[in-house]
């Protein structure tokens, strides 16, 4: 039985998030579940990466409890030792929701 994967691109749109936060999130292979989180061999040196449906369910899950932590997804970014402008442009995105 084939498996619909999603790139990120379509991930962040189908989920209304910036696609940096969901990079972001995804680069932590611990943030969604094992097996979600599937690197594509697109000819580039590091492909890219896709999530699965159920990746996609837990991404939104943790989207959710991060945005009940105070601070919120600022908080994420910056214990996630973002980049200042990135944090900036993200949670100028998240103030526009």
């Given amino acids: ?27 932590n292979d611990d943030n969604v579940g094992y097996g979600e989180i599937i690197n594509v061999d697109d000819g580039s040196e590091y492909g890219i990466k896709a999530l699965t449906e159920h990746g996609i369910e837990n991404l939104q899950e943790l989207l ?3 945005r009940t932590w105070e601070g919120g997804i600022h908080r994420f970014l910056v214990n996630e ?10 949670t100028a995105t998240e103030k526009s929701k």
Avoid at 1 to 27: H, N, P
Avoid at 81 to 90: L, T
């Fill in 64 to 66: 959710a409890d991060i």
């Fill in 81 to 90: 030792h973002c980049d200042p402008d990135v944090i900036k442009r993200i």
């Fill in 1 to 27: 039985m084939a498996r619909t994967i999603f790139t990120i691109d379509i991930v962040a749109k189908k989920i209304s998030e910036a696609v940096e936060l969901v990079e972001i999130i995804i680069a």
